[in-house]
């Protein structure tokens, strides 16, 4: 069945629940470690209560029921009533997975399937202090309203409250309390409610207007005595008092676009907090109070009035919105280039110097609008305490998860591509790394394995590291573990440095497991992780240590949409390599190269490299062409290989949009898009790793 509520306020609860339910998860991992911290706890409690009443005023009765659940544990906790053991978190966060269900089929616009009854009675346990496994009668000394289980109970309660409600309209009422009783049935009218508010505060006191009749001000004197100390000192209605009301009315899914019922009602808790308003003094006598000094009260209403609007600091965009506007500067970095290229062949100063003042101001227009795109990479870190937590129970592991530089920001869309790599990543420490505890105590180590995930910006790149204090790898198994395999032979192996070796594991079908389980040992995960890092212009590298540990970094652009290049001619074609792939350009005579097993090589400070002439892959007619004497090498590097590619001449560095291929090139191998260059030229943009995969092996 689909939602039938207010669009604009639907996604104002899917983007404020949405963001506590992805730090819940963080917090309750923190909390299994940090049991004792009161702050822990009392957010953790807020974040449930927030969304619940999200949830209760619209009417979503099984998130309520859910959250209202899991909110009373913590209720408990808060109080030492009951500790944090992991039999109780395992059922809170199992709590906290059925409720992220039912947010999801929220965000579908479906209505929220309920909660399994067994998880309810086991929250319902853990609250009265038992374990789960006995959950099974209600506690009649439960304060908290109880689970809806029991419809005889809730309307019990709610027949109790509707008692409770007519007594106070009627002792409010005074002589005619005829017509407050008979609406009691439905709504309470504004009548109703300016008068319970008059008897609670006194009359004119709750910013309502006051209608007083022109002969009570003779009645002034008599008024300064008890009353004022009970109507709190003309103090709004308090906050506690508001937030029992409305959390007794989200619990009961008495929301904003609840339908009118004749069971609606307050409860009993709420009625008997309210019930000894009536008692302090008669109503009379409070009205002539506010009557005197009301020109001195109003005054200060009108600042209250202005506070929220003064607090209106963001807005949300949409980001189909953000992308157009982050096209429209690629269009303009585009300009700026071919300006910036024209003014050089200009000779006039002024000319130079408005040049010089756009290509400032688009260099900072550029990052400006790229902030705009930015999110922290906590959205991603916030997942992993949660997964570390549940493979190291199912493992039999004890693994302590370290997270740094969560604040770090990059692109929206890396954000998202990097979810499943670093999944991979980190899953693949506490699998393959960290030992189990008693091996790591007769190794000399603690019983508690540490897994670090950090962030940090380098220049335009962001650097992700994984490290663990595992068992690390041996590079000789690994060369081992690649001959049987039949990946390479026994020379290539031997040849291999340690650190080449090391990133064998990023092959397709590798795998050190013997065993296939359902954590891993397929050989799939971490090809899956190169293929995507390589995907996103990025670079992997990894190091290990036996006995103390692996760290693998990750090294990513910071957006996707403007790309540093290194621009070169093959003829009268540009092309653009990916200046995070280039290491070093030099100029060569090509008549000192070697060859080696039939591949032309240079020696580059004692080590043979490869070389490519990207020519004859990319032009048409120059494969039969007699080669020059000399040209320009440019060294890349695609994952640990470094190869030389030979071009005809350097144009230089230029920042490029990425424009997709069409249909005729779309797929096309070696080619990742195309782009405008600074003189109005149009360049291919090399996709080096599929480059080397299609031509090299031929």
Not at 143 to 156: D, H, K, L, Y
Not at 437 to 466: F, M, T, Y
Request: charged letters at 25%; aromatic letters at 4%; proline letters at 6%.
């Amino acid at each position: 069945m689909s939602l039938d509520v207010d669009e604009e306020i639907l996604q104002d609860f899917l983007v404020e629940a949405g963001e506590i339910l992805e730090l819940l998860s963080e917090q309750l991992v923190d909390l299994e470690h940090r049991p004792e911290d009161s702050e822990l706890l009392n957010a953790i409690f807020r974040g449930f209560h927030t969304v619940k009443g999200g949830a209760g005023f619209m009417q979503l009765t099984a998130l309520v029921e859910c959250c209202h659940a899991a909110e009373n544990v913590f209720d408990k906790l808060r109080n030492n009533d009951i500790q944090v053991t992991t039999v109780l978190m395992d059922v809170v966060l199992q709590a906290l997975d059925t409720i992220n269900e039912q947010f999801d089929n929220v965000r579908s616009g479906e209505t929220p399937a309920d909660a399994e009854p067994e998880l309810i009675a086991s929250l319902a346990a853990l609250t009265r202090g038992e374990q789960p496994a006995a959950a099974a009668e209600p506690v009649a000394q439960e304060p908290e309203p109880p689970t809806p289980a029991s419809e005889v109970v809730e309307q019990t309660a709610a027949a109790d409250a509707d008692a409770e409600f007519d007594q106070l309209l009627d002792a409010i009422g005074g002589a005619e309390p005829a017509e407050p009783v008979a609406a009691a049935d439905d709504d309470i009218t504004d009548d109703e409610f300016e008068a319970l508010l008059d008897e609670l505060h006194g009359k004119g006191k709750h910013g309502g207007a006051v209608d007083s009749p022109p002969s009570e001000p003779s009645a002034a004197p008599v008024a300064p005595a008890t009353p004022v100390a009970a109507s709190g000192d003309d103090e709004l209605i308090s906050e506690d008092e508001f937030e029992a009301l409305l959390d007794e009315l989200q619990s009961q899914g008495k929301g904003a676009f609840a339908a009118p019922a004749g069971d609606t009602g307050v409860s009993a808790e709420v009625a008997a907090q309210t019930s000894p308003a009536p008692a302090p003094a008669p109503a009379p006598k409070v009205v002539a109070k506010p009557a005197v000094t009301k020109p001195a009260e109003t005054k200060p209403a009108p600042k209250k009035a202005e506070k929220p609007a003064a607090t209106e600091t963001t807005v949300r965009v949409d980001t189909q919105r953000l992308d157009e506007i982050m096209n429209m500067v690629g269009e303009l970095v585009l300009v700026r280039n071919r300006l910036v290229r024209l003014g050089a062949t200009i000779a006039d100063e002024e000319v130079s110097k408005a040049v010089s003042s756009l290509d400032m101001v688009t260099a900072d227009l550029q990052m400006s609008v790229m902030k705009t795109r930015m999110q922290p990479i906590k959205k991603v870190f916030g997942r992993f305490p949660r997964v570390v937590r549940d493979l190291a129970r199912t493992l039999k592991k004890e693994v302590n998860l370290e997270l740094r530089g969560e604040d770090t920001d990059l692109d929206k869309n890396l954000v998202e591509a990097l979810a499943d790599p670093l999944v991979h990543l980190v899953r693949n420490a506490v699998d393959h790394g960290v030992e189990k505890p008693d091996i790591r105590l007769a190794a000399g180590k603690s019983r508690v394995g540490n897994v670090v995930l950090s962030a940090e910006q380098e220049g335009d790149h962001i650097l992700l590291a994984i490290a663990d204090d595992g068992a690390g790898m041996e590079a000789d198994m690994l060369r081992a573990l690649a001959v049987e395999k039949g990946m390479m032979d026994q020379d290539s192996a031997e040849r291999l440095t340690d650190n080449e070796a090391f990133n064998l594991i990023f092959a397709a079908g590798f795998s050190t497991k013997k065993e296939i389980s359902d954590v891993s040992g397929r050989g799939v995960g971490m090809d899956v992780v190169k293929t995507k890092i390589t995907q996103l212009n990025g670079t992997l590298n990894i190091d290990s240590v036996p006995g103390e540990g692996s760290r693998i970094e990750i090294k990513v652009p910071l957006t996707l949409a403007i790309m540093p290049t290194l621009m070169v001619m093959l003829g009268d074609q540009a092309f653009a390599l990916p200046l995070v792939s280039v290491n070093e350009i030099f100029h060569l005579d090509l008549t000192q190269t070697n060859v080696v097993d039939g591949q032309e090589v240079v020696v580059v400070r004692e080590k043979a490299l490869p070389l490519f002439h990207l020519k004859r892959w990319l032009v048409d007619g120059c494969i039969g062409e007699s080669l020059p004497d000399t040209g320009h090498v440019v060294i890349v590097t695609v994952g640990t290989q470094r190869v030389g590619f030979i071009v005809d001449q350097l144009v230089g560095q230029e920042e490029v949009v990425i424009k997709p291929l069409g249909k005729m090139l779309l797929g096309t191998p070696g080619m990742s898009g195309a782009t405008i260059t600074g003189d109005g030229r149009i360049a291919l943009i090399l996709d080096i790793p599929s480059l080397l995969k299609r031509y090299a092996s031929h």
